[in-house]
């Protein structure tokens, strides 16, 4: 309860940011104009593997409204590789041009970049571009990444195999020995992608006087992107300013700074021009990232009730051709947390990420999908081979709520959850005892009716240690800021980045219970890095815990926001006088 005896977290209310979304009012990277701003088109590989021979811009030069051609020999001379080597055993470094200089590793790779006034003209010329390419063995799927003798789709790393993880926690062998049956199950998925419904783009602006990039992009991550733009255009962060309008959706693709937006921070410098990029569909689909091309392997040794004594996880992650994260980074984040809410001691992993001529990886929501999609399928699998209730499996493995807080075999620890109790409450809904009974009279008449039960415990955050352990860039950590006007009016900024999330009505709640005001006096000011303090943006479930937790912290700022103030009569605009 607040200080003024108001509750806004959690009650119902409208969306402040819904009136302009719903009524087209919003303002995303494609409604800002900018007078006399150029436009961006690249030239992408036909190939998934093959030699760059030579690239032939003159026709496209040579046709009206057509200011560049640029290619990767131009960019290598205004920006800087991208290196990323967290240090991870078992994990190799790689690094990447801006754009492909000696050979291009997927179908879309993009090998030139046109500028022209508009964009037809620019799409125009870039089919003029003439590239001679020499055409290489693809490596197609993570099997043929491990054969011996396979191409190497990065001609730097001694095999394909890119990361390499393996752990133990108490005595796997043991419980192996000790088991009733060894159940083993295998898990995979195809290549999937993100698909929101704003594609990737931007607007660079440099200031030549002021010696200062204004970039505008829809990010999950503002500050975490100005750090990387920054110093890959070889600039100091205070001369970069972000700013993230609008997003129309992400879900994890929309963290990184992909390559082609570098390409345009870099043109507007060089051309001292504005230059936008906006991609098509068909270019987000090809080139953008994917995800989640997953095979996983468990060996689970069960007593004959189905209680888990060992279990053992392989998994084989494709990764694409570039390393935009740490090659080990979903994948390792999977196998760290994949006991979910059940009580395991003696838990082992192996995880391998290898190379292919496809388009990177980038994380897709939450790895909490696969965890529990392979956790629970292990559970299912158990009571297949046992012939019992899969929910009695659940029940003698999952842990109670007086085992709270409890350290998972990697060392996460859950606290302030009840899975047992959640389940329970869903199997009460749904009439479970009774559906098995229609399910088993259906089967009788020659129905078939299934039913699916899966249990998720998802990580409401990541601190500093998981984010270093992870191979994660960056420090795991939030900020914000409040400001209280002379009016009563309140302005406050996260280092979150909204694409859909609702922050400027949730957060705006949790600032106002912390200070005891109405939520309509509070302002969120998001992805803007001028006015924002520096946070590590918005992914893995972690804008409620991390933004909020700080939003909601108001009430410890009280004394040192009322000596930093001194205007007694503000307090007299809180309902109930001042409540501290």
Known sequence: MSPSGFRHIGGQQPRKEDARLLTGRGRYVDDIVVDGALHACFVRSPHAHARLVSIDALAALEMPGVVAVVSGKDLAAWTTRLRMAPPIDGLHPMEMDTLPIDKVRFQGDPVACVVATDRYLAEDAAEQVQVAYEALPPVTNMWQALEPGAPLVDDTLPSNLLSHQKAVYGDV??????????????F????????????????????????????????????????????????????????????????????????????????????GRPVRWREDRMENLLASAQSREDHCRTRVGVDAEGRVLALELEMLEDFGA?????????????????TGPYRIHHYSYDVRVVLSNKVGNAPMRAPMAITSWVMDGTMDAIARALDLDPIEVRRVNMLAREEMPFTMPTGEVLEDVTPRETMEGVLRAIGYG????????????????????????????YGSKFYKAAGIPGSGH?????????????????????SGHGYETSLANAVADGLGVSPEGVRLHLGHTDIAPYGMGSRGARGGTAGGGLCTCAPSWRSRLCLALHVPCWARRIPGNCAW
């Not at 009774?434 to 955050?461: D, P, Y």
């Not at 409040?482 to 009016?487: G, L, N």
């Open 478 to 498: 939030e900020a914000a800021w409040v400001r209280i006007e002379p009016s009563g009016e309140v302005n406050a900024a996260v280092g979150l980045g909204a």
């Open 322 to 338: 570039y390393s935009f994260y740490p090659g080990n980074y979903l994948a390792r984040v999977v196998a760290m947390i994949l």
């Open 188 to 271: 995979s998925q195809h290549r999937q992608t993100h698909l929101p419904i704003e594609t990737r783009g931007c607007i660079a602006e440099w200031d030549q006087g002021r010696q200062h990039l204004t970039f505008q992009v829809g990010t999950q991550v503002p500050h975490p992107y100005r750090t990387t733009l920054a110093s890959r255009l070889r600039l100091r962060e205070t001369q970069v300013t972000i700013v993230s309008p609008d997003v129309g959706g992400a879900f994890g693709q929309k963290i990184a700074l992909y390559r082609e937006e570098l390409v345009v921070a870099a043109l507007a410098m060089q051309l």
């Open 173 to 186: 062998a043991a419980g192996m020995a000790m088991a009733f049956k060894i159940v083993e199950s295998t």
């Open 434 to 461: 009774a559906f098995r009974e229609r399910q088993a009279k259906a089967r009788t008449e020659g129905r078939l009716l299934g039913l699916g039960i899966c249990n998720v415990v998802e990580s409401t955050t």
